[in-house]
């Protein structure tokens, strides 16, 4: 198959695009960052996917797959650029996906859409609305362009449409937001809170990309990796210090003393968990994580 991957310069895309080539697959790639030693069975095409040649590469190209991964998700990005390729960039994205004849979609998203609050179930399920925007606005767009994405599946039914819910992720590149939360040696902790965090190894993260597609699947599904485990817990096993700050002066902490610089509304992120039941996936794709807490997070760990 031909298969089109958005934002393909990110380092879990380069792992789905290498695995796609390894099975046989063409894949194409848009990105507005160069990736200089792409595989050959790779065909790359420096663009931005709000632009011309974007639309240029779908009519050419003619995939079969769009999996679309070009989701601006740190926050050092201002509002209206993070709208402007997160929302927008989806909206048109799923557009050239009807008019090139594309069969089937997979939009890429965070499990982290759907809030982090005191009174939210333990495991969320697909069928819950995505809250994040309420207390932390910085992920509405992120939210926006998860709920633009679920509504192909009506308004193109017949392009298969597969929106992931995907946990955090952890690896030997050490990307991904919570790996930008682990990068330092000491970890800020919400005194009085030891929040449950899921993850999971990027490698199989990738894996269950791959499983998206051969599954041919439609529908939203939440993915996750192996039980949550207390944030502290996690900071212990990855050789970082957990440091309890008092809630007040949080805040005043963030960017300082070695800490990572978060927006105010990430702060219910460290204080309240998110966690997914991913057993609808794991149902239809027979997803069984290769790596396990221990070793993902020995993986991560400083050397």
Known sequence: MKILITGISGML??????????????VHGIDRRPWPDAPSGVSM????????????????????????????????????ERYRINLGGTRRLFE???AYGVKQAVFV???????AMADSPLYHTEEEPPLAGVDFKELADLAAADLYAGTALWRWPNMRTA?????????PSRRGTLG???SGRRVPLVMGFDPLYQF????????????????????????????????????EATGREAVSIPEPLYPLALGRFGFPRLPAGAISHIKYPIVIDSSKFVDVTGFEPKYDAKATLEGFRWT
């Open 13 to 26: 895309a380069r792992g789905v695009a290498e695995r796609l080539i390894a099975r046989g697959h063409h």
């Open 180 to 182: 930008y939360f682990l």
């Open 109 to 115: 998203g965070r499990h982290t859409i759907y809030g």
């Open 163 to 171: 929106v992931l819910r995907m946990c955090y992720f952890l690896g």
């Open 45 to 80: 095409h420096q663009v931005d996917i709000l632009k011309r040649p974007a639309e240029d590469v779908f009519r050419t190209a003619r995939p079969d797959v769009l999996v679309h991964m070009a989701t601006v998700t740190h926050l050092t990005t201002g509002m209206r």
């Open 200 to 235: 999971m190894h990027e490698f199989d993260a990738e894996d269950a990309i791959i499983r998206t597609i051969e599954s041919e699947l439609n529908g939203v599904y939440n993915v996750a990796g192996p039980a949550p485990m207390p944030l502290s817990i996690v900071c």
């Open 96 to 98: 050239y996906c009807d």
